[in-house]
């Protein structure tokens, strides 16, 4: 299969813009939760580091020993879940906590003031252990005498969770941990700056969150990628299918099957394409026949004269005492012949399109072909009239040589085809929108069986058959009435023939 054909490159196209569209959104999305988880860790910090503060300005001031004030950091450390250092205002180290996974977690032994602390079991990375101490610190409740420790000593499995810190289960093996750095002065009771806390490598819970998300998204691209790529195998092979079988169908035209029609029914413009596809090959047949019946019917039409020119001819060339009577029979094929030949280049002409259209009056027209053909209805004793049923010009618009022509031929075949004592008769009828020209005779008619073929060319009726003519006058007629947007009716019977032709009226002023 061609990797240039619609077939392929529809479905990949579409695999593509799916797979665009999967990455745009997932890098947006991915970095709009990184963004607020980032704010979530930086805000946790900075709250969490504000909430201590009042608390290690108290043992800052209370001057207790490092031991504790590193005990009371590492409890605090182990809440929050992060790294806790105490700078002086010199950036000196005070205490560190070190970082989560390097310390026991385990803590107890608190005092009533929240201070001393001593690590029972070292915590594991996995799960940690510790005791839980309860303390009495609110003095209000104790006497400064009777103030004692109130330690409950309780070995408990703990975790850290998406939600925070847990208690039992399986918590999350390898915690990451956050770059954030959060900075703040402790101030005492006096208003001076004590030293720095610095709260750092707080849990980044919402890594795991990203990385999950990250993973799903992966595969529903993947999944968004073949059914994308999918949907567009399926498109191109409704979109494919139906031009297929109009190359198929062009194929067959072009090795001389002019009856072969496109089937295609898909309710789109794929379904006009064929339509108009169709049309257009029945007129190539139409024209086709029509074009190799011409060319039979004109050899048909051709080959009597040339016969009988060549016939008497050969009898002219023996010297007969019948010598001018052969050149004579010559002379009228020759000009047979000639007039054949000249009303197929006219036929050609007006079908070809070759018009110089102008305004011009068919009431005008009609005089002068009444004008022309009045002799010759005379001496054949016709009674030939002209009846103007409009007082008003019927003015149309088109080639003027051309309907005079048609207008003649009309007329020609009514004198024709009318006996000597017989009428032809020419009238012109003026309405809102068209005039209509009707060209009566009281001649032999059309046989019914003829009337079908009646326009076409070298047709001659079964009853005209003794009356000279090429069969083509009907014909260039019918093609420059069609050039006029003009339309002609025929009734005919054994009384005569009635021939109507309605010309659209030139409205303008």
Not at 65 to 74: A, D, I, K, T, W
Not at 204 to 217: E, P, T
Not at 375 to 399: H, M, P, T, V, Y
Not at 483 to 490: F, N, P, S, T
């Amino acid at each position: 299969m061609m990797t240039s054909s619609i077939r392929v490159r529809l479905p990949v196209s579409y695999a593509l813009i799916a797979l665009l569209t999967a990455g745009v959104l997932g890098a947006i999305l991915l970095l709009s939760l990184e963004n607020f988880y980032t704010l979530q860790e930086r805000t946790y910090l900075e709250t969490s580091a504000s909430l201590m503060s009042p608390g290690i300005a108290k043992v800052l001031e209370a001057e207790e020993p490092p031991q504790r004030l590193h005990s009371y950091l590492q409890n605090l450390s182990f809440l929050i879940q992060a790294r806790i250092r105490l700078l002086d205002p010199q950036d000196n180290v005070l205490a560190d906590t070190g970082s989560l996974q390097s310390q026991p977690f385990i803590y107890t032994n608190l005092t009533p003031y929240g201070m001393g602390a001593e690590v029972l079991h070292e915590g594991r990375s996995d799960r940690y252990l510790f005791n839980v101490a309860i303390n009495v610190i609110d003095s209000a409740l104790l006497e400064p005498d009777s103030k004692e420790n109130l330690v409950c000593l309780s070995p408990l499995p703990t975790e850290n969770t998406l939600f925070g810190y847990g208690i039992g289960g399986t918590g999350i093996q390898s915690p990451q941990h956050t770059d954030q750095v959060t900075r703040i002065p402790i101030i005492g009771s006096t208003d001076q700056i004590l030293g720095v806390l610095e709260v750092s490598e707080g849990l980044a819970l919402g890594r795991s969150i990203i990385k999950n998300v990250a993973r799903g998204w992966m595969i529903a691209g993947a999944v968004s990628v073949i059914v994308a790529g999918l949907a567009g195998w399926f498109v191109s092979r409704r979109l494919v299918d139906p031009l297929t079988d109009l190359t198929e169908v062009t194929h067959k035209m072009a090795t001389g099957d002019l009856s072969a029609r496109a089937k295609i029914e898909t309710r789109d413009e794929l379904e006009l394409l064929g339509r108009s596809f169709n049309t257009m090959a029945a007129q190539v047949e139409n024209i086709v026949s029509t074009l190799r019946r011409f060319i039979a019917d004109a050899a048909h039409e051709l080959h009597t004269p040339i016969t009988t020119l060549g016939v008497n001819l050969e009898l002219a060339s023996e010297k007969d005492q019948n010598l001018p009577r052969y050149i004579a029979n010559a002379q009228d094929q020759t000009a047979r012949l000639q007039a054949l030949v000249d009303s197929m280049l006219d036929l050609s002409r007006i079908e070809a399109g070759s018009q110089k259209r102008v305004r011009f009056s068919l009431s005008q027209l009609l005089k002068e072909v009444e004008e022309k053909f009045t002799n010759q209805a005379q001496q054949k004793g016709i009674a030939f009239d002209l009846e103007l049923l409009s007082s008003s010009e019927c003015n149309i618009c088109g080639d003027l040589n051309q309907v005079h022509r048609a207008v003649e031929n009309l007329v020609d075949n009514a004198l024709k085809f009318t006996p000597d004592g017989g009428k032809v008769s020419l009238q012109l009828e003026k309405h809102e929108h068209s005039c209509h020209l009707i060209v009566q005779d009281s001649g032999i008619g059309i046989l019914p069986e003829d009337m079908p073929e009646l326009f076409q060319r070298f047709h001659r009726g079964r009853n005209a058959t003794a009356y000279p003519g090429s069969g083509l006058g009907l014909a260039i007629v019918k093609a420059i009435m069609d050039q006029h947007e003009a339309q002609i009716q025929v009734a005919s019977d054994s009384g005569g023939t009635r021939v109507t032709v309605t010309f659209p009226l030139d409205l303008r002023p």
